[in-house]
Every structure is written in C-alpha cells, then in structure tokens.
C-alpha cells in the first residue's frame, strides 16, 4: 500500500513549484540583501566593496537613530495603550451574555478595511479646517484648541498612533476573546463554589489562563511595529521634519530616492536582525510559560 | 442571576460607547461624501442637505476606481488560487507521502520563511523583478509580477495550517482510495483536498484580505497607471485631491463599500480565517 504514496514523479511534481518560487523570491533577496550591504552602490555604475561601513555609518546614522527612535515609540505606544485596552474589552465583551457577537462584530470592522484606506480616511478625519476631530474640538472646547495633527512635528507621529490603534485594536480584541472563551466552564465554576466574585476571578483566573494569548500579541506587537511602513508612508511619509519617520520608510528613501542601494539593503539587515534578536528575546522569556488546564 | 444581568447595563453602556466611537469616523465619512466642500465645513455634524451623487461621479470619473477594483480582483484571486494549488500539493507530499526525511526538511525550510519580514527584503526584491525577463517580456510593471510575490510570500503561513490540517486526516480513508485503484494524484485530488476544504477556505480568505490590501509591493512593481491595484490607486487620488474632501470621501466610501458589503454576510468566515494565522503561528 505504501506503493502509491512513493511515487518519486509526482513527489517532486507537487513540492518543486513551491521550492522553485520560494527559492527565486525568497531566499534569493534574503541572500543578496545581505551582500548588498557590504557595497556602495547606486543601482547603476559597479558596485565598489566597503567592508563593514553602511553598518558602521548607520549606527552614526542621526536619521537612524531617529527612525529606530520611532519604531519603538511606537512599539511602547502599543504595548502600554493598545494591549491593557484591549484586554479591558474583551473581558468585558465575555463577560455580557447578550450582543457579544454584534460587539465581536462590530470592534472587527476597521481590520478588513486595506490600510491604505486607512491612512487616508485618518488624514481627512485630521484635516485642520473641516476634519471630523478638530470641527469637534471646535464644538466642545474654545476654538484654539484645534490643531495641525498630520503637520505638527509633536503631534504627527502621536496621529498616527491613534490611525494604528483604531485599525488594529479589533484583531486583537478577536484574539482575546477567542482564548478566554476557550477556558473552561469547570474551572470558572469551581472558582466560583470558593466565592471567587466577579472581578477577582478576572484577576486570579482568566489573565493567568490567556497568558499563551498575550504571548502571541506581543509578538506580533514587537514585529509589527519594527517593520511598520503603509500607515506612516501615506499619511505623512516619515514627515514632517523626519518626526514620524520609521526604520522602512528611511529604508524605501535611501534605496529608493537617493539610489544608495548598499545602504538602503543594510537597513533592511538590520531591521531584519531586530526584529529577529526582539522576538527571540521574547520567546526566551516565555519558554516556560506553558498553560495547563 | 437576574440581578447579575442587570448588573450589566454598565458594561453595554461602555462597549457601546466603544463601538460607536470606532464607527463614527465611516459614518461621518459617509455623510460628507454626498455634502460639498464647502458644506463639510460648515455644515460637519448634520446630514447632508441634499443627496447628491455628483461627488461619486466625479470620484468614480477622476480615480478609475473601477479599473483599479478590477485589477486588485485580478492580482488578488490569481495569486490566491496559485498559493493554494502550490500549497496544498506541497503540504499533500510532505504530510502524506512517504518521504520521512525530505518531508521534513521541506516543510522546516518553508517554516524560515514565517520568520524573515518581507519588509527588510524591498530593495533587493525590486532589483530582482527589474531584471527579470520572462519569454522575453520584462516581469516589471506586470501583474504577473505582484501576482509571484503574493504567492510566494502567503507560502509559508498557508502551508503551515495546510500541512497541520492534513496531518491530522486519518489513514483509513486514503488506504481505501489505494484499494480502488488511485495514485497519489488521484489521492490528492479526489480525496484529500475534498476533506481539506475547511482548511483551504480559512486560508483563503487570509490570503485574499492579505492580497487585497496589500500596498507597498504593488507600489514598487507596478508604475503603469492604468495596472494600478484598489490601495496604490487610491494613495495616488489620495496625493492629488488632498484638499478635495468631497471626492475623497465619495473615493474611500466606494472602495470600502464592497469589503464591507462582504464582511456582512461572512463575517464568521472572514474573522476566523483572518485570525488562524496569529493562533496557530
């Protein structure tokens, strides 16, 4: 019977188109970024061979150092707003019996919508004359107290965190609520015969037991918000004055609009090995931090 | 337990509050696109004097919307349906077929690819695109271009919960398609991607939503106007009516419609399928 399943032909038919795509659009780039990095290259004349110098003028790199500044502002930005709100919801959300699906539902819509949608929405919804928040801090504040958001260099990036959070803050509330639907009914029962009352067994059961999802949020937090690049692209391009640029915009204008091709691929590098050190760094500290019912 | 349900108009005051916070920007945006520039300012909070849909035609006249709608379809189902045919091959030969060792090192090598973002990889991704040539055709500014890409990089997360799903298939059913005669490609076909369709459905629709929205990679390949994907042809209106609030609106209200008109009726569909990445990456 194993005769059917050890047929080499179509073995090699059914793995080789993944491979062979996988190869030329993956490991390929992944390769070259790498040896990219050692050239001073503009795209055109030969490549000249400069050891480790984009890495050493990137660490002296202002604009850099800015950038990765940025990235993880925005990373503290959704660790310390987005993460607790999140987990305020979806308690909430499990713990009324009625409407939770609409509730489910409805925190979901912002996440289909394309982030370049997004970003153009917020940038009306900012606009200093007729955008939604300043016409509506006009009706409850005095008038002055309306702003430039987008074109502000201390508000900019600050927008842009609310864009961000308002599109993404219902994945997560998803995420939660699936886990903490998923502990079991005994042992909230259980908690209950003992006299556990409501808030406490928040505290004493349902966030020790989401522990795995909370894990997984970070996760996806840290490498999200090191490779952010739509939402800050469009609404404000890394501007103004370089107050919202992140490490992949400064990465698309170097390579992009300045032709350094070398410098521009060791900032991917770098922000490749970032993220790779951060997650890592992550999964170490939680290794042990299996949930057992 | 009555008086814990009336303990909880609170929380649906609270949640409620939320929700409409979060929906209020789409609604606002909704009545301004049928409101003129000027009335936008003036008139920001109350509905719209008059339903006009001057400001759709103009949008819909100015942004090629439609063209751009149809592109993104184009891009988005091709790639979807050629990563789900690569995968579900791949996942079908390394899951079932009895190549131990190779099977592993396969499926542990596409397992990388979850692990490097496409973002760091940009640059040398559009040099490589710019120099490729097939049949003599350059593979920049084509669509078949963004549609290897998609491909490629939805790979390794649709693998994963392929592979996972087939694994867990019993025996029983295969041994007896062998005992009526198929091979492995009439296993494959007739009987395994049949079981499969759960799995194939929920990476569909994360593909899609992926492909769909994708922006910056259909950005770098594509500069032909008329190529154009829904998310880069938007960001273009986006640069060229900053200051035309009513168009903009009409623009985002018509290419949000049909995402949302989708999510109404599969909403289940779509939100598990977006989220099986995450839970079981």
Known sequence: ?293 | MARLRNGQWWMHILLLGYVAAVLFPLVWLFMSSFKSNREITANTWGLPTRFSFENYAAAWESANIGKYALNSAYVTLAACVLTLLFAAMTSFAISRMKYTRTNKAVYLFILLGLIVPPGALFIPLYRLIQGIELFGQPLYNTHLSLILVYCTYALPITVFIIYAFMLSIPNELEEAGIIDGLGASGLFFRIIVPISLPAIVTVFILNFIGNWNEYILSQLFITSESLKTLPTGMATFNDGYRTNFASLSAAVIMSIIPVLAVYVFLQRQIIEGMTAGSVKG
């Not at chain 1, 990235?71 to 499990?94: K, Q, R, T």
């Not at chain 1, 309306?146 to 927008?159: F, G, I, Q």
């Not at chain 1, 219902?170 to 699936?178: E, S, Y």
């Open chain 1, 1 to 293: 019977m194993n005769k059917a399943l050890k047929n080499p032909f179509t073995y090699i038919a059914f793995i080789v188109p993944t491979l062979a795509l996988y190869a030329v659009f993956f490991v390929y780039p992944v390769i070259v970024s790498f040896y990219y990095g050692f050239f001073k290259w503009d795209g055109i004349t030969d490549k000249v061979f400069t050891g480790l110098d984009n890495f050493a003028r990137l660490w002296n790199d202002e604009v850099f150092r800015k950038a990765l500044a940025n990235n993880f502002y925005f990373m503290a930005f959704s660790l310390v707003v987005n993460i607790p709100l999140v987990f305020l919801l979806s308690i909430i959300i499990s713990k009324v019996g009625r409407m939770r699906d609409f509730y489910k539902s409805a925190v979901f819509v912002p996440v289909v919508i394309s982030t370049a949608t997004v970003a153009i929405l917020f940038g009306v919804l900012y606009n200093y004359d007729s955008g939604m928040i300043n016409q509506f801090i006009r009706l409850v504040a005095p008038d002055d107290w309306a702003r430039e958001w987008l074109s502000d260099p201390k508000l900019a990036m600050l927008s842009i965190l609310i864009a961000n959070a308002w599109q993404n803050i219902g994945f997560f509330i998803v995420l939660c609520l699936a886990a903490i639907l998923n502990i079991p009914k005994e042992i909230v029962e259980a908690a209950k015969i003992d006299g556990v009352n409501g808030w406490q067994e928040t505290w004493t059961i349902t966030l020790p037991l989401v522990r795995p999802i909370l894990f997984v949020m970070l996760l996806l937090t840290v490498s999200g918000t090191m490779k952010v690049l739509d939402i800050v692209q469009i609404m404000t391009n890394g501007g103004p004055f370089q107050s919202t640029e992140v490490m992949s915009t400064y990465m698309l204008k170097v390579g992009f609009r300045s032709m350094e091709l070398g410098y521009g691929s060791a900032i991917g590098v770098a922000m490749f090995i970032l993220i790779l050190v951060l997650t890592g760094m992550l999964q170490l500290m939680t290794r042990r931090e299996e949930v057992q019912y």
